[in-house]
C-alpha cells in the first residue's frame, strides 16, 4: 500500500492506493489534515484513469498535418523534436519556441521547465494555464501583504472561525473534503448563482448575497462603506498594522448600501447584516476563488476584498484572515518555480538583478544570458504562428483548446503553428492537433512534490509502475536539452535531484524551498514555505509582521467599473461558467473516467424557466448558445433559482460543447486574467441534434 494523494484538485487530499490482483489501483481516503479522511467522487475514482483504454504507450509523429500519427521510438520522436526547434531557431530566434506548462505539474517539473525553456531554449516565451486560475488574486495579495500564499494559515484553522465569507467560490461541487472546515462556522456566500454552497450556506441559517455577474468588487465596497458607517472597522489594526486606509476609503465613501443594491442587485438590508455578522465575529475568515478572479478587473476585485478584510482587522491574526482558495492541484507550486512568464524560481521577479544573477548562478549561466519576462498565457496562445510570435510549441500538462477562453480562435492560432510537441498522456483535444505526442507517465506513476492551497509541500509517492513505453516529463525534458546540446546532469531525471536543486535556486526567495527534503517530507512534517534550511516551516504569515519592508499591509483604492462586456438585443443574457463536482479541468482526465462520464456525459445550460419560455427551449432541449466569439451546444437544464439575466455552462466539454467557445479573453491589466465570468449571449433552439 503506498500513501499519496489525489491528482486533481489543491486540496490536495490524501489516499491509499493498493493493487489488486488485475494490478489495477484501489483507492482508500487517508487522514490528512485538509480532508480529514475524506475524498470527492474524483478522488474515489481516480485510479481508473491511469488504465483508460485511450492511454498512450508509444510517441506518435506525423509529419504532415493531415496524415494519420505513426507510432515510433522515443530517439526518433526526441530526434525529430530537437531538430525542428534548432531549425526554427536558427530561422527566427530563441523565442520563436514557446513553451506551455501547467498547474497541475509537480514542483520539480515546474521547476525543470522554466530552466529548460531558459536555458536550454533560451525563449522568454514561457507560461502556463494557472494565468487562468489564480493570477489575480496573487497579483493582489502580493500588492497588499507583500507575498502570496493563498492561504497563508492552515486549513484547520478556518473551522474555528465564526463566519466565513466565501467570494466566488464553490467548494460543495469543487473541494467536497472541504467543507467539513466550513460545518461550524456560519457561511456568508457571495456568488450570482445559488450554488450548492449558497444552498449549504442558506440551509445552515447563514446568507447568500447574490450580485449581478461583475459586481462583486462593488459589493465588497458596499460592505467596507456599511462597516465604516456603523462603527464596524478596527481602527487600533488600521493604525498599527496598514497603510492607505484613506485612499481606499475615498473609493468606497459613495458606497452606501442603496447605491449598492442598485448596481449589485444585493438588497441594502443585506449588505447591512452581512457587515456587521462578519465585523463582531470573534472570529472571521474572507476566502476568495475564481468567481472573484476571472474578470478583466479581477485583480482590483480580489483587493476590494481584501481592504475589507484589513478594514476589519482580520488578516495576520491568529483565528482570522484572508485566502485564496486555489484550485489546481498545484496551482500554488506552479506559479513559484518560474513557470510563469514574469517569474524566476522562489518566487522572484525575472527582471530584478539580484534575482537574475542569484538563479543564474544556481544554473551555472550568464545572468545577461536569461531571457526577460514574455507573453502572458492568453497573448502567448493568441500569438502563435502569427508574423511576431512563436512558431512552435512544447506543451506540458495543458489542453488550451477547452480550457483557454475564445477557444476557437486558441484553436485557430495553435493550428497556424509549425511545430505542435504536446506531452501527455492520452490524445487530449490539443494534443490530437499535435505534430508529435510524446507519452508520460501519471501521478501515481512517479514520484514528486505538489504544495497545495495551504502553502504546504506535499510528497506524492509511485505507487504502480508506468507502462512500458511511457516516460516521465524529467526524462522528456532531459532527453530534449541533452539533444539541444545541454550537459544531461543540468537536467536531472530523478526528482529528488531536481528537489535539492529547486532548494537551492528558491533560496532567500519569497517561497522558499530550500529546506524542504525527501527526509523531512517522509516524516510528514508539516511544511508550509517558506522552509528555510534547517529552519522551521511556517504555517501561520504575517503574525508580527507583513512582507513589505515596513511590516505594515497596504490598502489599495480599487473603484467599480462594468464588465468588459454588456448584453445587447442580440446578446441579451450574461453566460457564466464554473466546475462541477464530477470533471476537471478541461475534463481529459475526468471524461475518461466510467462513473463520472456517466454522471456528467454532456454539456448543459442552467437556464430560469422564464427565460428559456422567452428563447423556445424546454428542459432537456438541445440549446445553441452564441456569444460574439463562437457557439456551442448544451442541454437544457432548468433551475427556478437562476437568474433571469443570467446563464451558466461547467467548462469541462470539448468541441462543439466547449463553453470556452463563448468566453472573453478581455485581460486583467495586472495579472493578465481573462474574463472567463462574463460573456454576452443568446440563446436558441439547436436545429438537428
Ligand atoms: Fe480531494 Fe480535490 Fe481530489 Fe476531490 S478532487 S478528492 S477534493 S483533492
Not at 461550524?184 to 445559488?194: F, H, N, Q, S, Y
Not at 462578519?278 to 478587473?297: D, V
Not at 439575466?645 to 470539448?654: G, R, S
Not at 495579472?671 to 465570468?677: G, Q, V, W, Y
Request: aromatic residues 6%; contains cysteine; proline residues 7%.
Amino acid at each position: 500500500m503506498t500513501t499519496t494523494h489525489c491528482p486533481y484538485c489543491a486540496l490536495q487530499c490524501a489516499m491509499h492506493l493498493e493493487p489488486g490482483p488485475d494490478g489495477a489501483l484501489a483507492v482508500r481516503p487517508a487522514d490528512f489534515p485538509t480532508n480529514r479522511g475524506g475524498l470527492c467522487r474524483k478522488g474515489w475514482t481516480s485510479a481508473e484513469v491511469l488504465r483508460t483504454p485511450d492511454r498512450i504507450t508509444s510517441p506518435l509523429l506525423r509529419k504532415d498535418r493531415d496524415a494519420e500519427f505513426t507510432e515510433v521510438g522515443w530517439d526518433t520522436a526526441l530526434d525529430y523534436v530537437a531538430e525542428r526547434l534548432a531549425c526554427l531557431r536558427a530561422d527566427h530566434g530563441p523565442d520563436a519556441v514557446a513553451v506551455f506548462g501547467s498547474g497541475g505539474l509537480t514542483n520539480e517539473k515546474s521547476y525543470l521547465l522554466g530552466k529548460f525553456a531558459r536555458v536550454a531554449l533560451g525563449t522568454s516565451q514561457i507560461d502556463y494555464n494557472g494565468r487562468f486560475c489564480m493570477s489575480s488574486a496573487a497579483a493582489a495579495s502580493t500588492r497588499a501583504f507583500g507575498l502570496d500564499r493563498g492561504m497563508p494559515f492552515p486549513l484547520t484553522d478556518v473551522g474555528e472561525a465564526e463566519v466565513v465569507l466565501l467570494a466566488g467560490a464553490n467548494p460543495v461541487e469543487t473541494m467536497p473534503p472541504m467543507m467539513g472546515h466550513l460545518s461550524a462556522p456560519t457561511l456568508i456566500v457571495v456568488d450570482p448563482r445559488r450554488s450548492a454552497t449558497a444552498q449549504q450556506a442558506l440551509a445552515d441559517g447563514g446568507m447568500h448575497l447574490a450580485p449581478r455577474p461583475g459586481t462583486d468588487l462593488a459589493l465588497a465596497l458596499g460592505l467596507l462603506h456599511a462597516a465604516r458607517v456603523h462603527h464596524l472597522l478596527d481602527e487600533d489594526y488600521i493604525a498599527a498594522r496598514t497603510t492607505g486606509f484613506d485612499q481606499a476609503w475615498a473609493q468606497a465613501a459613495a458606497w452606501w448600501p442603496e447605491q449598492t443594491e442598485h448596481v449589485t442587485g444585493v438588497p441594502a438590508h443585506q449588505i447591512r447584516d452581512a457587515a456587521r455578522l462578519l465585523a463582531e465575529a470573534s472570529g472571521a475568515y474572507i476566502l476568495t476563488g475564481r468567481g472573484t478572479e476571472q474578470h478583466a478587473k479581477g485583480t482590483d476585485t480580489v483587493s476590494a476584498w481584501i481592504n475589507l478584510a484589513l478594514a476589519l482587522g482580520l488578516p495576520g491574526r491568529r483565528g482570522s484572515g484572508y485566502g485564496c482558495i486555489t484550485g489546481q492541484g498545484n496551482g500554488q507550486g506552479g506559479r513559484e518555480h518560474g513557470q510563469k512568464a514574469n517569474q524566476l524560481p522562489g518566487y522572484r521577479k525575472i527582471d530584478d538583478p539580484a534575482a537574475r544573477a542569484h538563479v543564474a548562478g544556481v544554473w551555472g549561466v550568464d545572468p545577461d544570458r536569461l531571457p526577460g519576462p514574455g507573453r502572458s498565457a492568453f497573448e502567448l496562445l493568441d500569438a502563435l504562428g502569427t508574423a511576431t510570435g512563436p512558431r512552435a510549441m512544447l506543451l506540458f500538462g495543458s489542453n488550451p483548446v477547452v480550457s483557454a477562453p475564445d477557444a476557437g480562435r486558441v484553436r485557430d492560432r495553435i493550428a497556424a503553428l509549425d511545430l505542435l510537441v504536446a506531452a501527455d498522456f492520452v490524445l487530449s483535444e490539443t494534443a490530437a492537433m499535435a505534430d508529435v505526442v510524446l507519452p508520460i507517465a501519471q501521478w501515481a506513476e512517479e514520484t514528486g512534490t505538489m504544495t497545495n492551497l495551504e502553502g504546504r509541500v506535499l510528497r506524492r509517492r509511485a505507487a504502480a509502475t508506468p507502462p512500458a513505453g511511457v516516460r516521465t516529463d524529467l526524462e522528456v525534458l532531459n532527453g530534449l536539452a541533452t539533444r539541444l546540446g545541454q550537459s544531461p546532469d543540468r537536467f536531472p531525471t530523478d526528482p529528488d535531484a531536481v528537489l535539492a536543486e529547486l532548494g537551492a535556486a528558491s533560496a532567500g526567495g519569497a517561497a522558499d524551498y530550500s529546506g524542504v527534503t525527501p527526509a523531512r517530507l517522509q516524516t510528514g512534517e508539516a511544511l508550509h514555505w517558506p522552509v528555510r534550511a534547517r529552519a522551521e516551516a511556517t504555517p501561520r504569515l504575517f503574525l508580527d509582521a507583513f512582507a513589505h519592508p515596513d511590516g505594515r499591509a497596504r490598502f489599495t483604492p480599487v473603484a467599480h467599473r462594468p464588465a468588459a462586456e454588456d448584453t445587447t438585443p442580440d446578446y441579451p443574457l450574461i453566460a457564466t461558467t464554473g466546475r462541477l463536482m464530477g470533471h476537471y479541468q478541461s475534463g481529459a482526465q475526468t471524461r475518461r473516467v466510467t462513473e463520472l462520464a456517466q454522471a456528467e456525459p454532456a454539456a448543459y445550460v442552467e437556464v430560469h424557466p422564464d427565460t428559456a419560455a422567452r428563447c423556445g427551449l424546454s428542459q432537456g432541449a438541445w440549446a445553441r448558445v452564441t456569444s460574439p466569439r463562437g457557439t456551442t451546444l448544451a442541454q437544457v437544464r432548468l433551475r427556478t433559482e437562476a437568474r433571469l439575466d443570467t446563464v451558466f455552462l461547467p467548462f469541462h466539454f470539448a468541441g462543439e460543447q466547449a463553453a470556452n467557445n463563448l468566453t472573453n479573453p478581455a485581460l486583467d491589466p495586472t495579472s493578465r486574467m481573462p474574463e472567463f465570468k462574463v460573456s454576452a449571449v443568446r440563446l436558441e433552439p439547436a436545429a438537428h441534434h
